[in-house]
């Protein structure tokens, strides 16, 4: 007689921006009794809330929410220390009986936090021998030596991303094995179901450009300004947030808050593109529609995949 299969541990819910996944991971938390755990990189930054969707409390319904509002923006991302605060905050909430609900579309965080992932230290000398490079020849010099050294990670990094080139040639440079060789194949650490909210481009790509139009009505400039007064401008990572780097740039005078606008929308474009692309490799993620049309049975349709799981 076949044994039971053990629980999910950890509900996953993934895609790319705008798909819906903030609203279904608070209504699965409400139904089966769990708690949020963010696994948005930019969700972290304090008073970083109309530019990256952060819900309000009101919108959250009660349930708890965690890893929101962790670093200052001047500190830089660490996907090492996520890994470390989010992994904390599965164990205490499985001790108590909770489910994690892991809600968010960074692609390699939510892989740290399921995942037997490990990831390389920094060398400070490497880091700002590279960043110097980096401003004194720019990103394209730096992407074709990644390119020679790791194939694949240069693929998967737009040729712009100046700041994940220079981390892949630290890690190449200090591990003295590829970029990609840090990320292996899935290795679970937690029994996990994945829910990716799939929504077909042109619908998603509406979603964007009215979510970014709400954005600036919501006050997103405002926010940007209060922002670079606490040093958003001196964050390596925070200052280059879509929304926040635009408008920064606006504040600059480098460009009008109309064509900041415009190119939030299309970044914001270019980067769900990405996110969907990321997730769509790994086959562990069960895809459901969030179109519009399906609103009602979303919801339906991702409790009952959790439930096959568990009885399966």
Not at 31 to 39: F, P
Not at 125 to 149: D, F, K, P, T, Y
Not at 286 to 291: I, K, P
């Amino acid at each position: 007689m076949r044994s039971a299969a053990p629980a999910p541990r950890v509900i996953a819910v993934v895609g790319p921006t705008a798909a819906g996944k903030s609203d279904l991971g608070v209504l699965l938390a409400e139904k089966l009794g769990g708690e949020v755990v963010n696994a948005d990189s930019m969700q972290l930054y304090r008073g970083m809330d109309i530019g990256t969707a952060k819900l309000t409390p009101g919108e959250r319904g009660g349930v708890p929410h965690h890893l929101l509002d962790v670093w200052d923006v001047t500190e830089a991302a660490s996907v090492a220390e996520y890994q470390r605060l989010a992994r904390a905050e599965i164990d205490r909430l499985l001790a108590a009986g909770r489910y994690p609900i892991l809600v968010g579309g960074s692609g390699l965080y939510v892989r740290g936090a399921i995942d037997a992932l490990e990831f390389p230290g920094t060398d400070a000398a490497v880091r700002a021998r590279l960043e110097a490079e980096l401003a004194e020849r720019g990103s394209g010099v730096l992407h074709a030596r990644l390119a020679a050294a790791d194939p694949a990670a240069a693929r998967a990094i737009l040729a712009g991303n100046g700041r994940r080139i220079v981390r892949a040639l630290e890690v190449i440079e200090i591990t003295g094995r590829p970029f990609t060789a840090n990320l292996p194949g899935p290795d679970p650490v937690y029994d996990t179901v994945q829910i990716g909210v799939d929504v077909a481009r042109p619908e998603l790509d509406e979603r964007i450009t009215v979510r970014v139009d709400r954005m600036w009505e919501a006050g997103l400039v405002d926010e940007v300004r209060a922002l670079e007064a606490a040093g958003l401008r001196e964050g390596r990572t925070a200052s280059r947030a879509l929304g926040y780097q635009q408008v920064l740039a606006a504040l600059a005078g480098e460009c009008t808050e109309e064509a900041a606008r415009a190119e939030t929308v299309r970044a914001t474009k270019r980067f769900a593109r990405r996110q969907d692309s990321w997730f769509r490799r790994d086959p562990r993620v069960h895809w459901l529609s969030g179109a519009a049309t399906d609103r009602e049975e979303l919801p339906r349709e991702a409790l009952a995949l959790v439930e096959r799981a568990i009885t399966a």
